[in-house]
């Protein structure tokens, strides 16, 4: 195989699909193609089905408040086919001494079992704490416990960290990791204020979940790269491992393993850091390093169903978190059965529990039933389950989730004078500006837009 086109995608994840899907639109279908590795697109985004269930490997859904990623789904052609989360599944629980604690949303949350008074009366003192007087980069857990009290750090916030970035609040940058976060700081000096400020924005607006309500599709989340890349045809070739870049005659060469070349004018690098390390190692020492020192956190996905009447919880919520002080391997199980009912069958119990995670990484050497001995011993007498699931699925994600370290930004920096060194090298992926789906969309966005230029 030799090709020559106008850009070369790298991976067909999500970020990929969608920056190709621009550049296609933009420049013609002709003058791409996306090189993916593996043998079906979507990366970590895929979705099975299997006796009547949808279990997901990877996310569950986007949060619909991302205009663009609206847009693509739009433009896709399939947004009748989205469903957002079920209302009942609002309620979230945290896990504190063997028990599921709920969390309330203000006033109510004055009355939480999960915080102590003295962290209750530390957290409500939080208008008055003052803002941070330098830039000096601050992890999630700093910025939290300084604002609202180590308590309601370790109990809340770091939970919250591992459900999104599989990560520790004590390693990752605020800056980074929760941008909206740092910048409520430093515009309304108080995070109390900014809620208020945001509440009077939109009544609906919830200080206890994310703003934006979870959405899948009929068909499960994998629907979504999985019908990006049939519109794009003959111009995703899958099993098609990209070995090295480097630059020949103005151009990008791309070998690929089955000794395949492509000659292109500029690539979007959306494969994830480690990988683009690798590839970049032989035409940018620096920049691979840089990409290198992205860390990422294993995890795996254990997917569990049951008949209803072998579950004695209620199952009234979306699902819950583990802080990390409470000694326990899965850090949290979301009730997929509640959130999306389409995704099992009727009178039955669909669960997602992760283990693993940044400060596990042995979790993910495990093996399929020392996995299931954790999803049944931590969470079967949470939800009441008698007996064996019906059903069990695992996927493992061994580098799912990157984890933005303090030094994040100077990685984000070398990665952008790389961008200027090497023009028509872009770079797109969960890897540098936020881990969601919409991020990486976003970060699509940004790469279309810099080549375009
Ligand atoms: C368990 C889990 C749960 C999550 N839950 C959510 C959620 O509910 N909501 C949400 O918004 N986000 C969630 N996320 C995050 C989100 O799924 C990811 O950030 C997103 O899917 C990443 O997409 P990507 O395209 O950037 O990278 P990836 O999906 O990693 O895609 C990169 C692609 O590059 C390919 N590739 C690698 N090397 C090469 C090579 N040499 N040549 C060619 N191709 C290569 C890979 O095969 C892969 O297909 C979750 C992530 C995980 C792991």
């Known amino acids: 195989m030799r090709i020559e086109?106008?850009?070369?995608?790298?991976?067909?994840?999500?970020?990929?699909?969608?920056?190709?899907?621009?550049?296609?639109?933009?420049?013609?279908?002709?003058?791409?193609?996306?090189?993916?590795?593996?043998?079906?697109?979507?990366?970590?985004?895929?979705?099975?089905?299997?006796?009547?269930?949808?279990?997901?490997?990877?996310?569950?859904?986007?949060?619909?408040?991302?205009?663009?990623?609206?847009?693509?789904?739009?433009?896709?052609?399939?947004?009748?086919?989205?469903?957002?989360?079920?209302?009942a599944a609002a309620r979230r629980f945290i896990l504190k001494n063997d028990r599921l604690m709920e969390i309330l949303p203000p006033p109510r949350f004055l009355a939480t079992p999960l915080l102590s008074l003295a962290g209750r009366v530390r957290l409500c003192c939080e208008p008055l704490i003052r803002q941070k007087a330098n830039d000096d980069p601050e992890t999630i857990w700093d910025f939290a416990a300084r604002r609202i009290g180590r308590e309601a750090a370790d109990m809340m916030v770091g939970p919250m960290v591992s459900g999104v970035f599989g990560g520790d609040a004590h390693q990752l940058s605020l800056a980074h990791c929760f941008p909206r976060m740092a910048a409520m700081e430093r515009e309304f000096g108080s995070l109390f204020k900014a809620l208020?400020?945001?509440?009077?924005?939109?009544?609906?607006?919830?200080?206890?979940?994310?703003?934006?309500?979870?959405?899948?599709?009929?068909?499960?989340?994998?629907?979504?790269?999985?019908?990006?890349?049939?519109?794009?045809?003959?111009?995703?070739?899958?099993?098609?491992?990209?070995?090295?870049?480097?630059?020949?005659?103005?151009?990008?060469?791309?070998?690929?393993?089955?000794?395949?070349?492509?000659?292109?004018?500029?690539?979007?690098?959306?494969?994830?850091?480690?990988?683009?390390?690798?590839?970049?190692?032989?035409?940018?020492?620096?920049?691979?390093?840089?990409?290198?020192?992205?860390?990422?956190?294993?995890?795996?996905?254990?997917?569990?169903?049951?008949?209803?009447?072998?579950?004695?919880?209620?199952?009234?919520?979306?699902?819950?978190?583990?802080?990390?002080?409470?000694?326990?391997?899965?850090?949290?199980?979301?009730?997929?059965?509640?959130?999306?009912?389409?995704?099992?069958?009727?009178?039955?119990?669909?669960?997602?529990?992760?283990?693993?995670?940044?400060?596990?990484?042995?979790?993910?050497r495990l093996s399929d039933s020392e996995l299931a001995d954790i999803a049944a011993h931590e969470v079967h007498p949470l939800l009441s389950i008698s007996g064996e699931p019906e059903l069990m699925r695992i996927f493992r994600h061994e580098r799912g989730i990157p984890q933005y370290l303090l030094h994040h930004g100077e990685c984000l920096d070398a990665i952008q004078n790389a961008e200027k060194r090497w023009p028509g090298l872009v770079f797109a992926g969960n890897a540098y500006r936020g881990v969601g789906l919409n991020d990486c969309v976003l970060s699509a966005h940004r790469a279309v837009d810099a080549l375009l230029k």
């Open 196 to 364: 208020l400020a945001k509440k009077r924005e939109n009544s609906a607006a919830s200080p206890v979940g994310p703003s934006g309500v979870l959405t899948t599709f009929q068909e499960g989340i994998g629907f979504l790269p999985t019908h990006a890349a049939s519109t794009l045809g003959d111009r995703v070739l899958t099993n098609a491992s990209v070995t090295s870049v480097s630059r020949a005659n103005g151009a990008f060469r791309i070998h690929v393993e089955d000794g395949g070349e492509v000659m292109s004018r500029s690539v979007v690098m959306a494969a994830p850091a480690f990988a683009a390390a690798r590839l970049l190692s032989s035409m940018d020492d620096a920049l691979a390093a840089s990409l290198d020192s992205i860390a990422y956190a294993g995890i795996a996905v254990v997917c569990t169903a049951f008949s209803r009447e072998a579950v004695g919880h209620d199952m009234n919520g979306f699902g819950y978190l583990v802080p990390r002080n409470q000694g326990k391997r899965a850090r949290g199980c979301l009730w997929t059965s509640s959130i999306f009912p389409h995704q099992a069958p009727a009178g039955k119990v669909l669960l997602r529990t992760m283990i693993g995670g940044f400060t596990d990484p042995g979790a993910l």
């Open 5 to 87: 086109v106008d850009t070369a995608i790298i991976g067909g994840g999500v970020s990929g699909l969608c920056a190709a899907h621009y550049l296609a639109q933009a420049k013609g279908r002709d003058s791409i193609v996306l090189l993916e590795a593996s043998d079906l697109p979507g990366g970590t985004t895929r979705t099975s089905a299997e006796d009547g269930y949808l279990l997901d490997w990877g996310p569950n859904g986007f949060l619909n408040r991302e205009p663009k990623t609206l847009q693509w789904v739009d433009d896709l052609g399939i947004s009748g086919k989205l469903l957002a989360a079920n209302e």
